[in-house]
């Protein structure tokens, strides 16, 4: 089974998406909805479009059957965003690592649910959602991020406050200290190096990593 997910959200992307080209092919690339026509964009083939399919043409549709893609249609009134579908999905295929193209910018509200929604599934699968130069990943226990010595990187409790959090490799350093919810304390630190150490001993940090 497939150890790792691809999705592409019928979102909005960025002018530009550097981080892209650097996945790898071993990927179950999910297509979500409209979302298929954007990974063909960027050059991956969907192995399977998930949604209610109403905002893909008919003829794309048609010409992904053609070529034997895997189609799972869902009621447009129903409780599950399609973002979420594409995670169960991913995670029947056994993925334990998923990365999603096109869930930030646009409407406020479907921001908030998709920044918010990967926090159901971090008992399950590792998420990170991308968005041009940005990559949003969510930490509950202990991190390492991979960048270059000048990259932005912000810590923001998510859930409640966070407490006991750790930090080396960043230029404005954490020794076991409590992040409260809602302070921006945490924007705007730095990589020192080509990596930084992040743990937590309670709560959830909302990581957001901007790669220069």
Avoid: W
Avoid at 138 to 143: A, E, F, G, Q, V
Avoid at 158 to 168: E, K, L
Avoid at 178 to 200: C, I
């Amino acid at each position: 089974m497939c150890k790792r997910a691809l999705i592409f959200l019928n979102g909005e992307y960025a002018k530009t998406e550097p981080l892209v080209p650097q996945v790898q092919d071993n990927f179950l690339v999910i297509g979500v909805d409209g979302g298929a026509r954007h990974s063909v964009d960027f050059g991956f083939n969907p192995q399977l479009i998930i949604g209610d399919m109403d905002s893909i043409p008919q003829s794309d549709i048609d010409r992904f059957e053609s070529e034997k893609v895997q189609i799972l249609k869902f009621p447009q009134q129903k409780n599950e965003t399609d973002f979420e579908l594409a995670l169960d999905q991913a995670i029947q295929y056994e993925c334990r690592e998923t990365l999603v193209f096109g869930a930030l910018g646009g409407r406020s509200d479907h921001l908030i649910a998709n920044l918010l929604l990967p926090l159901q599934y971090m008992d399950k699968v590792e998420i990170s959602l991308f968005h041009g130069s940005e990559e949003i990943t969510y930490i509950h226990n202990r991190s390492t991020i991979h960048g270059a010595p000048g990259d932005i990187l912000s810590l923001i409790p998510i859930f409640n406050d966070a407490t006991g959090v750790t930090t080396t490799g960043l230029l404005y350093p954490l020794d076991f200290e409590t992040m409260l919810l809602g302070s921006p304390r945490g924007v705007s630190n730095e990589l020192r190096s080509n990596k930084a150490n992040v743990s937590v001993a309670s709560g959830v940090l909302l990581c957001v990593h901007t790669h220069l």
